[in-house]
């Protein structure tokens, strides 16, 4: 986990607008998550997930933090519902995917809506 300085987030947003982040780090689990806010507490934080309900018209004067946490599983399920915990960087998309393939009924119309 590197924080990187003046850092274009043009792959983060789904205009592809130009726009910088002071500063810009992603977190993969929950512990650089953790590490990130401990540290960096007194700085002016951005938190970004697919980048696909903003519209970038400056850059960012704050420490962006993407959040790319994967994973999903099942947590518990009877004959009428499951429930199912996702991390917040899963893609959508690909969720109602794999619900799908699972055979849990329910998200199918939710298909191809952009974002975490």
């Known amino acids: 986990m590197q924080i990187q300085t003046n850092f274009s987030l043009k792959n983060y947003n789904t205009f592809g607008i130009e726009a910088k982040a002071k500063q810009f780090v992603a977190v993969h689990n929950l512990a650089e998550l953790q590490a990130i806010l401990k540290n960096h507490s007194s700085e002016k934080k951005f938190i970004l997930g697919g980048g696909s309900n903003m519209l970038l018209t ?47 009924g329910g998200l199918e119309n939710m298909s191809l809506i952009p974002g975490n």
């Open 58 to 104: 400056q850059d960012i004067d704050a420490l962006v933090i993407h959040i790319d946490l994967k994973g999903k599983k099942i947590i518990k399920e009877n004959d009428d519902f499951v429930w199912v915990e996702s991390q917040a960087g899963e893609v959508w998309h690909e969720f109602v995917l794999w619900t799908i393939d699972q055979n849990f």
